[in-house]
Structure formats: structure tokens, C-alpha cells
């Protein structure tokens, strides 16, 4: 089993910037393809980003394209999620993922293998 625990949640204001972090145990021989999930309250869980073993194939959900930044450091199994200008419909419940393959190959929750148990972002205004 792969361990994942994401961390940096936190309340932030509106237009605010905050960088989730995720933490995977390690391969010796390989890295994994990574992303980022979020769950508001009441809603189901949706895609955020991904990352492969690399950190050189990307994907982003359209709504936060242009404001985060999905990356890695080089070969190993930590991932982070920056959210610049963050707005109130961000606020959920963030969820690391890892696909125990060098590349993802859907972005839907059943095509990842582990999951960490979530941090909480809360938006205010």
C-alpha cells in the first residue's frame, strides 16, 4: 500500500494564495503519476490536476487553469498545489491521489490507486 497524507489546508480571504502539499512513500526504481481532488460540502468529489512521474504531462480542470499550479519535485512522490487568487466556490475538502503508474490515464477518482484522507481549504470574504 502506498501511504498519501496532504497537508496545508487552512482559512484563507479571497484572493489569497495557498500552496497544498502531499507527501506519497517512495519506489526505489519509479516514481507515480499524482493528482489533486476536491470535494465541496455536498457535492461529489471532482478533479482538480494532475502530474506525471516527471512533472512534464499536466492537466488542470478548466475553472482553475489559469490560477493553479500543479508541480512535483524531481523523482520522488511529493506533490503540491498552488492556488493563487483563491475565490469562495474553492472552499472543499482537498484529496491527494496517486496512480501506481508513471502516467495517469483518466482523471476520474477510480483511475487512481491510493488516496490520503484529505485537507480541509475554507474561503472567506
Known amino acids: 500500500q502506498v501511504q498519501v497524507a496532504e497537508s496545508g489546508g487552512e482559512l484563507v480571504q479571497a484572493g489569497d494564495s495557498l500552496t497544498l502539499s502531499c507527501v506519497a512513500s517512495?519506489?526505489?526504481?519509479?516514481?507515480?503519476?499524482m493528482a489533486w481532488f476536491r470535494q465541496p460540502p455536498g457535492k461529489d468529489r471532482e478533479f482538480i490536476a494532475a502530474?506525471?512521474?516527471?512533472?512534464?504531462?499536466?492537466a488542470y480542470k478548466d475553472s482553475v487553469q489559469d490560477r493553479f499550479i500543479i508541480s512535483r519535485d524531481a523523482y520522488k512522490n511529493n506533490i503540491y498545489l498552488k492556488m493563487n487568487n483563491v475565490k469562495p466556490e474553492d472552499a472543499a475538502v482537498y484529496y491527494c491521489?496517486?496512480?501506481?503508474?508513471?502516467?495517469?490515464?483518466?482523471?476520474?477518482?477510480?483511475?487512481?490507486?491510493?488516496w490520503g484522507q484529505g485537507t480541509q481549504v475554507t474561503v472567506s470574504s
Open positions: 491521489a496517486v496512480a501506481k503508474r508513471l502516467y495517469y490515464s483518466g482523471i476520474q477518482p477510480r483511475d487512481f490507486d491510493f
Open positions: 517512495d519506489h526505489p526504481t519509479m516514481t507515480y503519476a
Open positions: 502530474i506525471n512521474w516527471n512533472g512534464e504531462g499536466r
